[in-house]
Each structure stands twice: as C-alpha cells, then as structure tokens.
T-cell receptor, first 113, second 112 residues
C-alpha cells in the first residue's frame, strides 16, 4: 500500500504570491492533518479535516486555509506569502480524528523569497 | 507554540553506545509518541505510550512516561550510524481531535 503522498516536493515562491499544497492520505484513512515545520523546530499543527469538515485549527492566520475532497485528499492554501512561511509542510493521515497514530508524508519544502 | 522541550538539543555518541533523550510537556495528555526525522524529511512513527502506561519497549527502543513529572524518556540501545536523525516527542490531546503537539527535538549524531 502506498503511504501518504504530497506534492510538490519543493516549491519556490515570492512574497505576496499564493500557494497550494496537496496531500493524498493512506487508502482507507479519512482524516488529514497539516503541520508546519520551520527549520530547527518541531512541527506545529495547522488544520485537521475529517469527512470534508474542519475538525481543528491551530494558531495560524486566516491566510492559511484548507479543504478536503470526497476522496479524502486535501489541499492547503496559503495566501499573501511572507518570508516566515518558508517551512516544510507536512501532511498526516489517520483513520479517524481520534486515532492515536498519524502517518506522515514526506512533506513539501516551501521557500519564500 | 511548542508543548515542551527535548533535552538535550543535540547529542553525539559512538556506535554501540546508548542514547537517552528526554521530553517534558505541560498539559494533561492522552498519549505520548516519539517520532524520527531524517534530514528534514517526513516523520517516522517510532513508538506510542499511553498515559496509563509507565514503560514500553520496541526492538532497541525503550520509552518511559512519568505523568506526575510530565516527562518521558527515549532510550536507544546499541546505537548505529543509521540512527543519526532528529527525534521528536509529541503529545496527543485528551480530546477527539488528537492534534499532535511536538517538542523542539533532539538531534542525534552517531559516529561510526
């Protein structure tokens, strides 16, 4: 079985632009979570989605949004990019929002110049 | 914000030695998990310990949890060069959401 997949692998954007990151969960997993990992720090929770509905949101500005599709894949959108948005964006899938174990994808490395 | 801190921030040992990493957290938890990350890539789940457990083993890994002190430790025995990575503890909320709150990580370097 394929694990969690994310695209693209790397991305370079300039300040003010917007970006869309994509995630496909493990087959059968219905919950997707997004995390931001700034260099040298641990990941920070951004969003959790289940059955196309937002189930949780971390402390991130409204420039960050996400959605989940009927096939349980998900997109993370970031508008008006700032230099500080440069990070590794990780997607994690789990069977349900309350599942203990989350399985992480390889991440998308976003660089904002 | 980070839930807690890992200690030490960096650790360098020789192959064959044991590596011990500590994690402290601040709030009540449902479980605590340890993850491994190689060179800024995706996270690999290592082990999960529930709040009502005190110790757990998996291969060369041993995890302890002390909820009274809000701390956990990860012991890697007989380390190998391939164990070189960053290790993160993450706490699971005691809610239906189960968003993980990560510490800042320990960078382990195992010298061959």
């Amino acid at each position: 079985d394929a694990g969690v997949t994310q695209s693209p692998t790397h991305l370079i954007k300039t300040r003010g632009q917007h970006v869309t990151l994509r995630c496909s969960p493990i087959s059968g997993h219905k919950s997707v979570s997004w995390y931001q990992q700034v260099l040298g720090q641990g990941p920070q929770f951004i969003f959790q989605y289940y059955e196309k509905e937002e189930r949780g949101r971390g402390n991130f500005p409204d420039r960050f949004s996400a959605r989940q599709f009927p096939n349980y894949s998900s997109e993370l959108n970031v508008n008006a990019l700032l230099l500080g948005d440069s990070a590794l964006y990780l997607c994690a899938s789990s069977l349900f929002p309350g599942s203990d174990e989350q399985y992480f994808g390889p991440g998308t490395r976003l660089t904002v110049t | 914000s980070q839930q807690g801190e890992e200690d030490p921030q960096a650790l360098s040992i020789q192959e064959g030695e044991n590596a011990t990493m500590n994690c402290s957290y601040k709030t009540s938890i449902n479980n605590l998990q340890w993850y491994r990350q190689n060179s800024g890539r995706g996270l690999v789940h290592l082990i999960l310990i529930r709040s009502n457990e005190r110790e757990k083993h998996s291969g060369r890994l041993r995890v302890t949890l002390d909820t009274s002190k809000k701390s956990s430790s990860l012991l890697i025995t007989a380390s190998r060069a391939a164990d070189t990575a960053s290790y993160f503890c993450a706490t699971g909320e005691d809610t239906g959401r189960r968003a993980l709150t990560f510490g800042s990580g320990t960078r382990l370097q195992v010298q061959p």
